[in-house]
């Protein structure tokens, strides 16, 4: 079964509003990392935050991670239409040196 | 610097029959990584080489596919005999190094079996 959860499934808001997703996972981890997937441009990395970490930043990106709750959560603020794609986030389970991916979330961004 | 290059893009097949998918690593990137995307879910891993040896090949179905890295750089992935199940986006990524968190990503190879 998959390591990460995303939730929502689909997400759809208006250009200039901030999109939510959140990434549920079950067993301990190193680090948690969130990739971006649209049409045009594959799978892309986004941020990476490591099991000591609570919050980092990365341009509109803000992401947070409880391990006691075993959840992270990516923001994307003042979202663009450009951000329309699949949100996936990614543990290194079972091993330092392999990504297990979660089910992803679509975000639409309408303008 | 140049990407991860895959081809083909598209690829349509008949069940049982084979094909072969090929991958070039950003230069100079040790491991590589071959998942399987099926629509609506997430990249799952099939193989990871370090260098021109395999380090993880768990979730492989090795009795209809099989991949090779010969001489470190470049990789292959082929599939004998398709499946109709075997339909999905087949991804190649590389990375510096097996403990070096971030992955590149190429373009991918979408398959169809009919």
């Known amino acids: 079964s998959q390591q990460g959860e995303e939730d929502p499934q689909a997400l759809s808001i208006q250009e200039g509003e901030n999109a939510t997703m959140n990434c549920s996972y079950k067993t301990s981890i190193n680090n948690l990392q969130w990739y971006r997937q649209n049409s045009g441009r594959g799978l892309v990395h986004l941020i990476l935050i490591r099991s000591n970490e609570r919050e980092k930043h990365s341009g509109r990106l803000r992401v947070t991670l409880d391990t006691s709750k075993k959840s992270s959560s990516l923001l994307i603020t003042a979202s663009r239409a450009a951000d329309t794609a699949s949100y996936f986030c990614?543990?290194?389970?079972?091993?330092?040196?392999?990504?297990?991916f979660g089910e992803g979330t679509q975000l639409t961004v309408n303008p | 610097e140049a990407g991860v290059a895959q081809s083909p893009r598209y690829k349509i097949i008949e069940k049982r029959q084979s094909v072969a998918f090929w991958c070039n690593p950003i230069?100079?990137?040790?491991?590589l990584y071959w998942y399987q995307q099926i629509l609506g879910q997430g990249p799952k891993l099939l193989i990871q080489?370090?260098?021109?040896?395999?380090?993880?090949d768990s979730q492989l179905p090795k009795d209809r596919f099989s991949a090779e890295r010969l001489k470190g750089v470049d990789s292959t992935l082929k599939i004998q005999p398709a499946k109709l199940e075997d339909s999905a986006v087949y991804l190649c990524a590389s990375s510096l190094d097996k403990y070096v968190e971030t992955q590149y990503f190429g373009p991918g190879t979408r398959l169809l079996v009919l």
């Open positions: 230069s100079g990137h040790a491991t």
């Open positions: 080489f370090q260098n021109n040896g395999v380090v993880d």
């Open positions: 990614a543990t290194d389970w079972p091993s330092g040196s392999r990504l297990t």
